[in-house]
């Protein structure tokens, strides 16, 4: 039992609620295995990966209380090599064997990762080929996901496109508040209080209660509550601050761990290669592989980052 | 007050009394003086005395005096002897009541103390019946058992000896129940047949849509039942009355290192997170699941494992407690819908457990493991994540059932019973009893299975493997499967559901939708990505009118959707800018559309036709190169210069 399982159990189940997906986790990955071992617990993780990799929503419009498996879809994206084929949303045992069967012309491959189920890529020459491929398997074709992905997101600095709301900030007794700090050299989470974020006038606080987190952006002196990682990058185009650097020559980006770009973002990066970004702890990022530069410009731009 | 102002009364009236009476004897006597002095006198003075009128009226006086005196003396006198009756009356009434009260006092004692004997006596009595009853019964059981345990012996070695009339008698017994299964199945088609007759002849005979049945009625034969919404009320208000369950769970991880928190039963329809009381501390209890919560982490774990008790913060009539029993130690064991290792009621023959117990009871716990079978386990302490105070034995697997101790209650969970069970573990667990095609369950036995009883599936003899399951040929195929072993029966599913799901719409933008990998946009489906340097912003395609503006990106390149196939990628000011840098970039090789109908002049300047020819005839004048450089490309560059030339004479012709 493992990742894998875990991706067919949700896809027979289609939706359920978080709590089932932690028994299910716990239930089928290995107890005690080194891979899971971690600060957090290996259900999260694993949850932000499956839902990183297109397979599962998890608490969005359709499932506010819970998960909900997305349809297959074989997402293409262009390399300079040619195209490839990456098989997202639901999968089963007999998905896999359709496309086994089915995917004669392409080059399959099946890559296991620590935390995540398998990546399936499906590599040819055209993407009327992975298309046809698609077709015979009866799952649905997405041309060019990552660009057209990005090309559905409005830029950070459009707190309400990205449904962000004004929000009172929230007080009580058990509520731990951090704050966000970016100076030119890092960018961390630092101690701080309610009234400290009260009495601010901008910046970005990170309240949690009932180990759960959520974010509030202060602006002008108005509290508008956001998803992380939007926070993060307003604070920095606001400010200036660089984080996105490119590699023109590995065509890798390479962004700060704790300022992973918001989930739409990554989930276009990833489908890039259709690979996770690698961690590095030592310098504290992650970077994203194959990825053209005309992609990591269109991501910079819904950042707002001034130059790659 | 009242008694001595009597006293004085009479005291005084009494003397008033004497004194008149003292009064009236002198006068009495000396009218005796005078009438004795009279009779001695001659009849001349007698005469003398009648012929007085003064003095007769005088004395008659006198005498109505004496006879007002002593009907007053005699008035006084008899009221003061009523007054005394009535005081001796009263004093008499008064102990009366006193000597009633005590009477009564005296008979309501005796008549609990009478009552009281009687009660005792009863449950001397009673207690008298039940000691002998336990001692009939405990002599009936006695005498059961040595019945029971002589027939068991006798069985077991008929048994022993007739394995095949066993089995045979087994497979008859199992052909029954298949029988008797088909049997009802065949009741239930007549019934329903005889049913979907009979109101077909109803309809044909009552026809009209008088009497018509209502589409999707059904005739139902059962009585009415209680209501739903009271059985549940009444099961919620028991689940209220009774502590719900809390049990203890624990995650080993490869390095033998283990994490214990608590689980308490969660209720339907509870919130997600509830604030509970533990005596004076508030614990905050987490959905683990859809029913149970888990403690949030605590130091007072090891205070908990030896028994504790949850109350409900809320008010109203729906709070809830939980207990977990004092004992000094739990046995842990997989469990089907846990993802760790749960508390368990006793250890099972052939399965891993996880003992947790008092690190002054471990040496009990290890002599009865040692009993039952147990490899030596070696104990571990906070050092592996125990709580303080307390040990833990993994992995701990009986071989060997051993029969309860009396009077060793708790270490008699130690000890598994010989009971055989059937276990489906494992897999991929969907819902119900329904696993998915590809991860059937682990079919396992609990306890001990008779030599000569074999495990079948769905009728045919399983066949062991090495880690103790048991299968047959195509035992993980979809379908419905009974696994049967010596009297005990589990029924499971194998399922294949299809990757088949519905789009919907989690993530909106103005741009369009998203869901997974899957994209929804108000775009045209043709159109196809473009890759241009950044610094050639204006695209343009075969078609006049064909002119595309790319907004600001970061980069060298931009990439994006445009509405057109793309020709010619050209600089956004051709005539100001460097001619040795900027260059127009062919992007699609396609000659440029020719138009048989007139074309009109634009009226506005900045017209996408205007636009298309103004930038083609700019890049000439401006004199940039091409890229990539070539016969072709030149030619076709040509092609549209000449298109875009033509096009701006004949507006300029007819303007003229």
């Not at chain 1, 050299?185 to 400290?196: F, K, M, P, T």
């Amino acid at each position: 039992m493992g990742n894998n399982e875990i991706l067919y159990w949700l896809s027979a189940n289609r939706a359920g609620s978080w709590a089932q997906f932690r028994s299910a986790v716990e239930d089928l990955v290995p107890r005690g295995d080194e891979a899971v071992a971690g600060p957090d617990r290996p259900y999260l993780r694993i949850r932000f990966n499956i839902q990183q990799l297109g397979h599962v929503e998890f608490f969005e419009h359709g499932c506010e209380n819970g998960w909900r498996v997305a349809p297959p879809v074989l997402a293409l994206s262009e390399q300079s090599n040619g195209v490839v084929g990456i098989l997202c949303g639901a999968r089963l045992p007999n998905l896999i064997r359709k496309i086994e069967e089915v995917a004669d012309s392409v080059r399959r491959e099946q890559h296991t990762g620590a935390e995540h189920p398998d990546v399936f890529r499906l590599v040819g020459d055209h993407a009327s080929d992975l298309e046809d491929v698609a077709q015979r398997a009866g799952v649905l074709f997405q041309p060019y996901a990552p660009l057209s992905i990005l090309s559905c997101l409005p830029r950070v600095l459009d707190l309400k496109a990205w449904n962000s709301n004004e929000s009172p900030l929230p007080f009580g007794r058990d509520t731990n508040i951090t704050r966000f700090e970016l100076t030119k050299r890092s960018c961390r989470w630092v101690e701080s209080s309610v009234e400290d974020a009260k009495r601010a006038r901008d910046g970005l606080f990170r309240v949690t209660r009932f180990q759960r987190r959520e974010h509030y952006l202060r602006l002008n002196g108005r509290t508008f509550r956001v998803r992380s990682q939007v926070g993060n990058y307003f604070v920095a185009a606001v400010r200036r601050r660089q984080l996105l650097r490119y590699d023109r020559t590995a065509c890798q980006l390479i962004v700060p761990d704790v300022c992973r770009p918001p989930m739409l973002v990554d989930r276009a990066l990833i489908l890039c290669s259709g690979f996770l970004p690698r961690h590095d702890k030592e310098t504290s990022t992650l970077t994203y592989s194959d990825i053209p530069e005309g992609i990591a410009g269109k991501a910079a731009s819904i950042l707002c980052q001034d130059r790659l | 007050m009242g008694s001595v102002t009597f006293f004085i009364i009479s005291t005084s009236g009494a003397l008033l009394l004497a004194v008149i009476v003292f009064v009236v004897w002198r006068h009495c006597s000396d009218k005796r003086k005078r009438q004795s002095a009279t009779d001695e006198l001659p009849p001349n003075e007698e005469s003398e005395a009648k012929a007085n009128p003064e003095a007769k009226a005088a004395e008659e006086a006198c005498r109505k005096a004496e006879a007002q005196l002593q009907q007053l003396a005699e008035e006084r006198q008899r009221r003061a002897a009523e007054e005394m009756a009535r005081q001796e009356a009263e004093v008499v009434r008064l102990a009366d009541g006193q000597r009633l009260a005590e009477e009564n006092a005296r008979v309501e004692a005796e008549a609990k103390a009478r009552e009281d004997g009687q009660r005792q006596a009863r449950a001397e009595a009673s207690a008298r019946e039940a000691e002998a009853r336990r001692q009939a019964e405990a002599e009936a059981t006695a005498r059961a058992e040595a019945t029971a345990n002589a027939e068991a012996e006798a069985l077991e070695q008929a048994r022993l000896k007739a394995v095949p009339e066993v089995k045979r008698q087994a497979e008859k017994r199992e052909a029954e129940e298949k029988a008797a299964a088909e049997a009802e199945d065949a009741r239930r088609k007549a019934e329903a047949e005889i049913r979907a007759q009979a109101e077909a002849k109803t309809k044909a005979e009552v026809g009209g849509d008088a009497g018509r049945v209502p589409a999707g009625y059904a005739f139902s034969n059962s009585k009415p039942g209680k209501s739903r919404k009271r059985e549940r009320k009444k099961r919620d208000s028991n689940l209220r009355e009774r502590p719900l369950e809390i049990r203890v769970t624990a995650h080993p991880d490869h390095h033998g290192f283990c994490t214990f928190s608590i689980l308490a039963k969660r209720p339907t329809q509870s919130p997600p997170e509830l604030n509970v009381r533990c005596g004076n501390e508030g614990v905050a209890l987490i959905e683990y699941n859809e029913a149970w919560y888990e403690a949030a982490a605590t130091d007072d774990l090891m205070a908990w494992l030896s028994g504790v008790v949850f109350t409900d913060k809320r008010k109203g009539d729906s709070r809830y407690s939980w207990q977990l029993s004092s004992r000094p130690l739990h046995v842990l064991a997989v469990q089907q819908g846990f993802g760790n290792l749960v508390s368990t009621t006793r250890l099972c023959v052939a399965r891993k457990h996880l003992i947790l117990c008092r690190a002054d009871f471990v040496r009990r716990v290890q002599h009865v493991l040692d009993e039952v079978g147990c490899h030596p386990v070696e104990s571990r302490g906070e050092d592996f994540g125990a709580p303080s105070g307390w040990v833990f034995l993994w992995p701990v697997v009986p071989f060997q059932p051993r029969p309860p101790v009396e009077g060793d209650d708790i270490l008699n969970a130690l000890r598994p019973q010989p009971e055989l069970d059937l276990v489906l573990e494992g897999g991929i667990w969907l819902h119900d009893s329904t696993w998915l095609v590809g991860y059937p369950p682990r079919i396992t036995i609990s306890g001990v299975r008779p030599v000569d009883q074999l495990v079948h599936i769905n009728g045919m003899p399983a066949v062991e493997s090495g880690n103790g399951s048991y299968s047959t040929p195509g035992y993980d195929k979809p379908g419905d499967y009974s696994v049967w072993c010596a009297g005990k029966t589990r029924r499971y599913s194998i399922a294949e559901p299809q990757a088949k799901c519905d789009r919907w719409e989690p993530h909106t933008y103005h741009g369009g939708s998203v869901c997974g990998a899957l994209v929804t946009t108000s775009r045209d489906a043709s159109q196809l990505p473009v890759t241009v340097p950044a610094s050639n912003p204006v695209l343009i395609g075969s078609v006049p009118g064909q002119v595309f503006f790319c907004p600001p990106q970061v980069g060298t390149e931009w990439t994006g959707f445009v509405p057109f196939p793309v020709v010619w990628a050209l600089p956004a000011d051709p005539l100001r800018c460097d001619r040795s840098v900027r260059k127009v970039v062919l992007v699609t090789r396609l000659t440029p559309k020719v138009s048989s109908a007139r074309v009109e002049r634009p009226r506005k300047t900045d017209s996408s036709c205007w636009l298309w020819c103004k930038s083609i005839r700019d890049c000439r004048r401006k004199g940039l190169a091409l890229s990539p450089r070539d016969e072709e490309v030149e030619a076709l560059w040509r092609a549209y210069l000449v298109r875009a030339g033509g096009r701006l004479r004949s507006w300029t012709k007819h303007g003229e």
